[in-house]
């Protein structure tokens, strides 16, 4: 399902990533997007965009995540939001992630929205 709106983008993405739908969590990513997966290291384009996605799917968590802001202009949309990712860390013992995302979404041709940028720790 695409997003319509860029306030959609978090409940959505919260939504395929605890389904574990990667298929459904690639088609909110533009196919040049650029995703950080921990500061200093970036994956562009969407096939490092999977892998990237993958390691934290890995985990087999559950992702809360609250919106802080939406600032919107024209064709372009700034997101910042809060998350906390409960999960299984590779040792088998529980683990908990939490950090302050920015993203960055653009309008497509079909009016759905998706990321360009998607920093998880972008806002820390």
Do not use: C
């Not at 650029?34 to 096939?47: D, H, N, W, Y």
């Not at 590779?90 to 940028?117: A, C, H, T």
């Amino acid at each position: 399902m695409a997003v319509k709106n860029p306030q959609e983008m978090h409940p959505r993405f919260v939504e395929v990533f605890n389904a574990a739908d990667l298929p459904e969590l690639l088609a909110l990513y533009e196919a040049t997007a650029t995703f950080v997966p921990q500061p200093g290291q970036s994956a562009s384009g969407i096939e490092a965009v999977r892998g990237a996605l993958q390691q934290y799917l890995s985990l087999k968590g559950t992702l809360k995540m609250e919106t802080t802001y939406l600032v919107e202009s024209g064709d372009i949309a700034l997101l910042r939001g809060k998350w906390l990712l409960q999960g299984t860390g590779p040792d088998g013992k529980p683990l908990e992630m939490r950090g302050n995302s920015v993203e960055i979404l653009r309008r497509q041709s079909d009016g759905s929205w998706r990321f360009v940028i998607d920093h998880p720790l972008g806002a820390e």
